[in-house]
């Protein structure tokens, strides 16, 4: 059974498009986060949720917007898709503040 | 802002061992962390250290901690090729909401 599982694995798209990734933990997790891994592979914070509640938000355009419908699924949502969006995404999620996270297997977002 | 530093490259011949350093600027850093990175796959947690240990051990895995010289090791025993990896070391923010920062990822490459 996967942990933490993030749909799709990849995404191909043109710019200007709307998006969205899902992420789901079957871990009991309370805290749930997105990061962005660059083609160099450097992986930047983006958002985190606890219970439901956004505490982490780091400066990313506002374009992107996650949403928690509970505290199992945090899902990124992406308009006016740009070029430089173009990198993999990772879901995570761990018990607090305290505990280690585990992470997706990445959706891989291409722009064309 | 806090910063993790690694060198990005590493070779090693299978059966020595390697040692992957890290240097971090949080001195408040609660957790310290290293992840591993297979090709095309997610981050995979492989060990982690509380700031008040200085050594961890497990199997083939050390982790040594010299928080005077907030110096951050990892030693992978009698290396083989599955090895091969990107491998990240990531400090906890102090005073965040379990906000990770990494480092830029050392990748390991292990021949015959």
């Known amino acids: 059974d996967t942990a933490v599982s993030q749909t799709p694995k990849y995404l191909v798209t043109q710019m200007g498009n709307d998006k969205s990734i899902k992420c789901e933990q079957n871990l009991g997790h309370d805290t749930m986060y997105w990061y962005k891994q660059d083609s160099k592979k450097f992986l930047k914070i983006m958002f985190s949720?606890?219970?439901?509640?956004?505490?982490i938000n780091e400066t990313v355009p506002n374009r992107f917007s996650p949403k928690s419908p509970d505290k199992a699924h945090l899902n990124l949502h992406i308009n006016s898709l740009e070029l430089g969006d173009s990198a993999v995404y990772f879901c995570a999620s761990s018990w607090d503040g305290n505990q280690p996270q585990h992470f997706g297997d990445g959706t891989r977002l291409s722009i064309l | 802002g806090e910063d993790v530093e690694q060198s990005l490259f590493l070779s090693v011949r299978e059966g020595d061992s390697s040692v992957i350093n890290c240097t971090y600027t949080?001195?408040?850093?609660?957790?310290l962390y290293w992840y591993k990175q297979e090709p095309g796959a997610g981050l995979q947690l492989l060990t982690y250290?509380?700031?008040?240990?200085d050594m961890k051990q497990d199997q083939r895995l050390t982790v040594l901690l010299n928080k005077k010289d907030k110096h951050l090791s990892l030693r992978i025993a009698d290396t083989q090729t599955g090895d091969s990896a990107i491998y990240f070391c990531?400090?906890?923010?102090?005073?965040?909401?379990?906000?990770?920062?990494f480092g830029a990822g050392t990748r390991l490459a292990v021949h015959p």
């Open positions: 949720y606890n219970n439901k509640e956004l505490i």
């Open positions: 949080d001195s408040s850093s609660t957790y």
């Open positions: 250290i509380f700031s008040n240990m």
């Open positions: 990531a400090e906890r923010e102090s005073g965040g909401y379990n906000k990770l920062i």
